[in-house]
């Protein structure tokens, strides 16, 4: 407790002359910085998550106001990275503990706070194999098969990976692997994790190494009952009709919406995109049947629409195109309807 | 004896007792006494034993079913007195029945109110009907047990896995402490895996062969003989290792062999506490049938991972190499091969280093051969382990390229077209790098300047494996610290999908991606653009797909 407190100030001024370093793609200013904080005693559990994590934070937030490109944002996470390979190149205790496998869910690329993950289990005494970003799933069981380890962390940043995340974790505990699940993906209070019948779930790294070594996953899962609420098929056939839905939207959008007449050709790639991204959010919500998951995305996603000159009314739009052509959908029409004015809601606050 | 008195099959009379305890409530109810004939014949009447007690629970009278039952039970003295307390509980609610042990016997007991201020104790021998119900709850256990066990042996292929739930179930259901012992695997050690009821960490550990010979058994057990006295019961013959710390002497041991697929998979040791239930013959049946399924899954787990290693020793070869940090250079690559288990497939890259001490340039190439999967990367390894062969005698991309060729048309398997991308790096004292590029049949790499434009390198060339002469265009390029040459494989431009599902990715898509990357370390930008094709492809799986990005870090030192 104490040297947490000790190293909290010194380690909040360091922040700031992290951040400033990565966002300058500084890789030795970073490193030097964060081995010489290592040995002035910092403890590398407390580098990796009370400076490097937070700063990866800050990049997103960053990013999302529009202060940061997105070259900016990824050069400086590239840039955290090396800083944590050259921490844990430093500490290396032997290991003590089982055998864990650390892996993102397939399509995952936010891989640093899984990595993270892993290498604060490295630090406690695991056993640790980390697959990296986009593990897919054939891959990551021929894995367990292989090295049968204890448990697997699997990471889930976006809850769009949700459905793979389920599908991923279900064959785990069908090879017998218990999962501890973690990442925002599954929810600021990890609701999803349990929704889809993970054995475990950790909100940070530190948590998730305390769960593991308190024994808190069973030796064997327990077999989950399938979700009852994907019988409609909405979700279903939500994603299977995605790309005729979203060529669609563009063409309604494009009369419902009259500034569009003006967009260029990648003005339009992107709005197909933006479209893109709010059909996947809510075949997400549809997946594990949650009106928050989507309204938080159309809030977040009209500030930081709004932070790059995409008025409120074009995601409301969006929107209402949708909830048109979803007819047969009264489960995501209705999702719709609190979204819309989630972003009426959003734009109120942001707009003044 | 009072247990000889109701032989005679009559009931038992309290003599004077009945008559001072019936008579009080009779007198009131108006004098309608059951007479003592009556009441005898009453008692003698129920199908049940039947004692009848006074308000004093004074036992009045019981009949012939009850004397033969409870033959402590005499009238005239408290019903609970002579050994019978247990029975006849005075604490158990009024008509509802209990089960009681009474010697070998097992009684079923039910109290009622007889009359006003009587009580009747019902009893019935339940000793056969207990039994069966016993057995068959037993047999119930036993079958789910079994249930239970198969999907968790059989969901892992992994030996360790098998071999932890195997004693993990056999905790505490068949023993106090379960150990799998693996068969030894050509050495002269083997290893072990124990749970043991109430501590919750599983133990592992080595023992020599010699040590798994002292135990009666085991050894045969091992050798996938059936062990000779499968039960022995000399504690002084259990050798340290075999129990946990803190045990204590074991009671009981089961050796039983682990049947597997022809080949023996280990045997498992079970063992029970001193004070613990002898293994008898149905825990024996059932610790048979267990061992052959635990058996069968370890020795298939067994299997896979023999196959499993010799694979990745196949394959090691075939995957990408580390790329480490070159003077003046840096270099990053992806790979994500269409087959997802074993990540190998027909697309590659390659980084060859001049060996110590000798001129030469580090080359790099990105290659795609005919085709998918592991056919496809075996002839990828082909021509990466040509390549480093024609290394030793030729250095010059552009001179590399025919010899390739050369090679591949002796190549003996049918369509062994390959296309690819040579570049020879060279880095400058002015931290530029200068890069001989050699193109075959491959799109040619894309160069990101400092400005964020983006170009195609010159090189052009026909692929490699189909005519005997190549036609060959190389090229020079000259980056720039910071600027970035990508090479990449068509898995990345002709991939389908996008909002519509249906559109191409496209050479002008991987440009402009390319282009937002200005200034960003090379790891960065081949991840950046893995994720954007990913993305594209939209949790589809088409082709192989292959980066590799070469960076130029700035003057050295």
């Given at each position: 407790m104490s040297r947490l407190t000790l190293a909290a100030g010194g380690l909040l001024s360091a922040g700031e002359r992290y951040l400033e370093r990565i966002g300058e793609t500084d890789e030795f200013g970073a490193v030097d910085l964060v081995l010489g904080l290592l040995d002035d005693g910092v403890p590398a559990e407390s580098l990796l998550l009370e400076l490097i994590a937070p700063a990866q934070r800050r990049i997103g937030e960053l990013w999302a106001a529009n202060r940061w490109s997105v070259a900016r944002e990824h050069g400086a996470t590239a840039i955290s990275e090396r800083a944590v390979a050259a921490i844990v190149a430093r500490v290396r205790p032997e290991p003590v503990l089982g055998r864990i496998t650390v892996a993102c869910t397939?399509?995952?690329?936010?891989?640093?706070?899984?990595?993270?993950?892993?290498?604060?289990?490295?630090l406690r005494g695991w056993r640790v194999d980390f697959l990296g970003a986009?593990?897919?799933?054939?891959?990551?069981?021929?894995?367990?098969?292989?090295?049968?380890?204890?448990?697997?962390?699997?990471?889930?940043?976006?809850?769009?990976?949700l459905p793979r995340a389920h599908a991923t974790l279900t064959a785990c505990q069908a090879v017998g692997v218990p999962v501890l699940a973690g990442g925002s993906g599954f929810g600021a209070d990890g609701r999803f994790a349990g929704l889809l019948g993970a054995d475990g779930w950790a909100p940070t790294a530190d948590v998730a190494a305390d769960h593991l070594a308190a024994g808190g996953l069973p030796a064997f899962p327990v077999p989950r009952d399938p979700l009852a609420h994907l019988s409609d098929e909405e979700y279903t056939q939500l994603t299977c009709r995605r790309g005729a839905l979203l060529t669609g939207a563009m063409t309604t959008l494009a009369a419902a919406y009259p500034p569009m007449a003006a967009y260029t050709a990648r003005q339009l790639e992107s709005t197909?995109?933006?479209?893109?991204?709010?059909?996947?959010?809510?075949?997400?919500?549809?997946?594990?049947?949650?009106?928050?998951?989507?309204?938080?995305?159309?809030?977040?996603?009209?500030?930081?629409?709004?932070?790059?000159?995409?008025?409120v009314r074009a995601v409301e739009a969006g929107l209402r195109v949708f909830h048109g052509e979803l007819r047969d959908f009264p489960r995501a029409r209705h999702l719709l309807l609190q979204a819309i004015e989630a972003a009426h809601t959003a734009g109120a606050e942001l707009e003044i | 004896m009072i247990a000889a008195q109701p032989a005679d099959?009559?009931?038992?009379?309290?003599?004077?007792?009945?008559?001072?305890?019936?008579?009080?409530?009779?007198?009131?109810?108006?004098?309608?006494?059951?007479?003592?004939?009556?009441?005898?014949?009453?008692?003698?009447?129920?199908?049940?034993?039947?004692?009848?007690?006074?308000?004093?629970?004074?036992?009045?009278?019981?009949?012939?079913?009850?004397?033969?039952?409870?033959?402590?039970?005499?009238p005239g003295r408290p019903v609970g007195s002579g050994g019978a307390g247990a029975l006849f509980d005075l604490g158990h609610p009024e008509g509802e029945s209990r089960?009681?042990?009474?010697?070998?016997?097992?009684?079923?007991?039910?109290?009622?109110?007889?009359?006003?201020?009587?009580?009747?104790?019902?009893?019935?021998?339940?000793?056969?009907?207990?039994?069966?119900?016993?057995a068959l709850l037993a047999e119930r256990r036993r079958t789910r047990f079994l249930?239970?066990?198969?999907?968790?042996?059989?969901?892992?292929?992994?030996?360790?896995?098998?071999?932890?739930?195997?004693?993990?179930?056999?905790?505490?259901?068949?023993?106090?402490?379960?150990?799998?012992?693996?068969?030894?695997?050509?050495?002269?050690?083997?290893?072990?895996?124990?749970?043991?009821?109430?501590?919750?960490?599983?133990?592992?550990?080595?023992?020599?062969?010699?040590?798994?010979?002292?135990?009666?058994?085991?050894?045969?057990?091992?050798?996938?003989?059936?062990?000779?006295?499968?039960?022995?019961?000399?504690?002084?013959?259990?050798?340290?290792?075999?129990?946990?710390?803190?045990?204590?002497?074991?009671?009981?041991?089961?050796?039983?062999?682990?049947?597997?697929?022809?080949?023996?998979?280990?045997?498992?040791?079970?063992?029970?506490?001193?004070?613990?239930?002898?293994?008898?013959?149905?825990?024996?049946?059932?610790?048979?049938?267990?061992?052959a399924r635990a058996g069968t899954a370890i020795s298939a787990a067994t299997l896979y991972q023999e196959q499993s290693e010799t694979n990745a020793i196949l394959t090691g070869g075939l995957l990408p190499p580390e790329l480490p940090a070159l003077a003046g250079v840096r270099l990053a690559g992806s790979l994500r091969a269409a087959q997802q288990t074993g990540l190998i497939g027909g697309d590659f890259y390659d980084l060859c280093l001049p060996s110590p001490g000798t001129p030469g340039e580090p080359l790099v190439v990105l290659g795609d051969v005919c085709g998918k999967g592991a056919r496809a990367a075996v002839l990828a390894g082909q021509v990466r382990q040509s390549l480093r062969t024609l290394l030793l005698l030729e250095s010059s991309p552009e001179r590399l390229v025919p010899l390739l060729n050369r090679s591949l048309l002796a190549c003996p398997s049918p369509r062994s077209y390959v296309t690819l991308v040579l570049g020879a790096l060279r880095t400058g004292q002015d931290g530029h790098v200068r890069m001989n590029l050699a193109v075959a049949g491959h799109p040619a790499p894309l160069i990101l300047r400092g400005d964020g434009t983006v170009q195609e390198a010159g090189a052009r060339g026909s692929l490699l494996g189909a005519l005997k002469d190549t036609v060959l265009t190389p090229a020079v390029v000259d980056l720039a610290p910071g600027e970035v040459c990508l090479f990449y494989s068509d898995g990345i431009t002709e991939a389908f999908g996008g909002p519509s599902g249906r559109e191409m990715y496209g050479l002008q898509r991987l440009k402009n991606a390319l282009s937002t990357c200005a200034g960003m370390p090379v790891s960065a930008v081949v991840e950046r653009l893995e994720q954007i094709s990913t993305d594209w492809l939209a949790g589809t799986t088409q082709d192989d797909r292959a980066l590799l990005a070469v960076q130029a870090a700035g003057p050295v030192g």
């Open positions: 397939d399509g995952e690329y936010h891989a640093l706070p899984t990595r993270l993950v892993a290498e604060v289990l490295r986009s593990v897919p799933g054939p891959h990551l069981i021929t894995h367990l098969h292989q090295t049968g380890p204890d448990a697997v962390a699997l990471g889930c940043a976006l809850p769009t990976r197909a995109e933006d479209l893109g991204h709010i059909l996947d959010f809510l075949g997400a919500a549809l997946y594990v049947d949650d009106a928050r998951l989507f309204t938080d995305f159309i809030s977040w996603t009209t500030g930081v629409l709004l932070a790059r000159g995409v008025p | 099959e009559t009931t038992r009379l309290g003599g004077d007792h009945l008559e001072e305890t019936t008579r009080a409530p009779d007198r009131e109810s108006g004098g309608r006494e059951p007479g003592r004939e009556l009441l005898r014949a009453i008692v003698e009447a129920s199908g049940e034993g039947m004692v009848l007690c006074g308000p004093d629970d004074v036992v009045v009278m019981l009949n012939a079913a009850a004397a033969r039952l409870v033959p402590e039970v005499v089960e009681s042990g009474h010697g070998a016997q097992r009684l079923r007991v039910r109290r009622e109110s007889f009359g006003l201020s009587h009580r009747a104790w019902y009893l019935r021998d339940v000793t056969d009907e207990s039994a069966r119900t016993d249930m239970e066990a198969g999907p968790r042996l059989s969901a892992s292929l992994n030996t360790r896995r098998c071999a932890r739930a195997a004693v993990e179930l056999a905790v505490p259901f068949l023993a106090d402490a379960a150990m799998v012992v693996l068969p030894l695997a050509g050495l002269r050690q083997t290893s072990w895996l124990r749970a043991t009821a109430r501590r919750r960490a599983l133990e592992e550990g080595t023992v020599s062969a010699a040590a798994a010979a002292q135990v009666p058994g085991l050894a045969e057990a091992l050798a996938g003989f059936p062990p000779a006295p499968s039960r022995w019961l000399d504690p002084a013959q259990v050798p340290g290792w075999l129990l946990p710390e803190g045990f204590g002497q074991a009671g009981h041991l089961l050796v039983t062999p682990l049947p597997g697929n022809g080949v023996p998979a280990g045997a498992l040791v079970l063992a029970r506490h001193e004070d613990g239930a002898p293994f008898d013959e149905e825990t024996e049946t059932l610790v048979r049938m267990f061992a």
